[in-house]
């Protein structure tokens, strides 16, 4: 009977306090985001199947990075400088 009208209550003041009405949604749900199993292939090339959450965090550590990767700074060419004193000055006018 209590939770009826807990329920009768917050239905109807969900418009003007919906935070409210979010609140005891996710209170009595218990949805935890969950991320498949994974196919990838290890460093010698044979393919595994992720299952565990520390096997699919070890396969996308392996797969990000070996597609992102840190370069020396040394390896560019300074862009040229396009803007000078007299565009900067000409701008205020």
């Not at 959450?53 to 020396?72: C, I, R, T």
């Not at 560019?76 to 007299?86: A, C, D, G, Y």
Request: hydrophobic share 30%.
């Amino acid at each position: 009977m209590l939770l009826q009208q807990e329920q009768a209550n917050i239905s109807a003041k969900c418009k003007s306090n919906p935070k409210k009405f979010w609140k005891y949604i996710n209170k009595k749900t218990n949805y935890r985001p969950h991320i498949s199993d994974l196919k990838w292939k290890d460093e010698s090339g044979d393919q595994k199947i992720a299952v565990t959450d520390n096997e699919k965090a070890a396969a996308l550590e392996e797969f990000f990075s070996s597609v992102y990767n840190v370069e020396d700074d040394k390896d560019f060419e300074p862009l040229p400088s396009h803007i000078t004193k007299n565009h900067i000055s000409n701008i205020h006018r």
